[in-house]
């Protein structure tokens, strides 16, 4: 095995190109070794003159140290953002002219660098494309060596990867939640609790309940054991939901508007201080933070379902240990039904306040119900924060 993986890395730098030229050199030197025929052997013979004077571009090692910086890391799509590459010859010797290759994002940048002596330093700078939401590795920078003709090619890794989030457009909305939660924070609910805030009635001791809620006086006057019984404080808790389904939008910018119209409804929320879950088919967003939330934002990838077939699928998932949500903000695009929706709000109860937004471009904003639910259906990002304010007045 370590003779074969011996092998293997010696013959790692022989492209796929150079290997169809040795197969042409080893078949026209047999051609002409078995037919007598001096063409194939003159062809054999290039051929794998070809490859031996290319074998002589690998000749040599260079030592770099290499640093990859974006600035600013986090931009909003359309943004600038760029880079810089710096490169030091770390070594003891000058090293000749070179390729260094910096993958970004699909991409790859090419720098054409001089001769280095040692310690000599070469910086240079590229722009980073933001024109989509995205997160966006550059990195890491590879030194190339190789000849003209593509038959043998090295390279050698000198840098860490570094990512460029570029977060989606959002806008500011009004305070106390994007106009979600109406001062629910210390309401109570129907829900009946063993241990809270407000007191609701007194029943019979069960084995099991915490003798510290034991109402004494009246266990002394009737002879039997009474406990407190509480109603259930509300606590604001908001819960946004965002299909990822291919089907449920009608073109990739629907997607995008209905990542922007998540995202700025989940900023305010957070500016605020309201707890807040985010989920999709791909998972929960990390979001203690504005940026940390846009940066789930920036991961999450159009048409990506993680198997989910439905919005209740995904949600029901990603919440099950989770606290009932005092409102339920369901977000999707022109594609996803009206029956999906419904059977979204029927996970939780009535105590749950329920908002349904279809991101549909270029619509005409309005606002409606569906069940006892509002549904609001936005055409443009700038429509967001006057209908939400409608929808809290």
């Known amino acids: 095995m370590r003779l074969l993986s011996a092998i293997a890395r010696r013959l790692r730098p022989v492209t796929q190109t150079g290997w169809i030229v040795v197969a042409f050199a080893l078949a026209s ?8 025929w001096a063409e194939f052997a003159f062809l054999g013979w290039v051929l794998a ?63 054409a660098l001089p001769a280095m002596a040692p310690k000599e330093e070469r910086e240079e700078l590229f722009q980073v494309p933001t024109h989509r939401r995205a997160v966006i590795v550059a990195g890491p920078a590879r030194s190339v060596r190789g000849d003209q003709l593509g038959l043998l090619r090295r390279s050698v890794e000198w840098s860490e990867p570094v990512e460029l989030f570029v977060h989606p457009k959002t806008v500011r909305l009004h305070a106390t939640a994007a106009g979600l939660v109406r001062d629910l924070e210390g309401q109570v609910s129907n829900r009946i609790t063993n241990n809270d805030l407000a007191f609701h ?27 407190r019984q509480f109603q259930e404080t509300r606590r604001s808790q908001i819960l946004l939901a965002l299909v990822t389904r291919a089907d449920a939008y009608g073109s990739d910018d629907e997607f995008e508007l209905a990542v922007s119209i998540t995202a700025s409804i989940a900023a305010q929320v957070i500016r605020d201080g309201t707890q807040l879950t985010v989920v999709t088919e791909q998972g929960v967003w990390r979001s203690p933070t504005v940026t ?10 159009y048409g ?30 022109s594609g996803t039904d009206v029956g999906e929706l419904r059977a979204v709000q029927r ?29 609001l259906t936005v055409g443009a990002l700038d429509d967001l924060p006057g209908m939400l304010a409608g929808v809290a007045s």
Not at 29 to 36: E, K, Q, S, T, V
Not at 204 to 223: E, K, L, N, Q
Not at 292 to 301: F, G, H, Q, T
Not at 355 to 373: N, T
């Open 201 to 227: 009635a007194l029943r019979p001791y069960v084995p099991g309940d915490d003798r510290r809620y034991v109402h004494w006086r009246t266990s002394a006057r009737i002879g039997q054991l009474m406990v």
């Open 49 to 111: 003159a070809a490859f031996v004077i290319a074998a002589l571009f690998l000749i040599g090692r260079a030592s770099y140290a290499v640093h990859v910086e974006l600035n600013p890391r986090r931009v909003v799509v359309g943004d600038r953002a760029l880079g810089r590459m710096v490169v030091v010859n770390t070594g003891q010797r000058r090293v000749l002219p070179h390729r260094m290759e910096l993958p970004v994002g699909q991409g790859v940048a090419e720098f």
């Open 292 to 301: 940390s939330m846009l940066d789930s934002a920036s991961r999450v990838e």
């Open 304 to 333: 990506d379902d993680n198997g989910f077939a439905t919005m209740r699928a995904f949600v029901r998932h990603n919440t099950l240990r989770l606290p009932m949500p005092s409102v339920l903000v369901a977000v999707g695009g």
């Open 347 to 375: 996970l939780y109860s009535t105590d749950t306040q329920h908002l349904a937004v279809r991101a549909v471009s270029g619509e005409q904003a309005r606002i409606g119900s569906l069940g006892g639910a509002t549904m």
């Open 29 to 36: 030197l047999a051609l002409a070794a078995f037919f007598g």
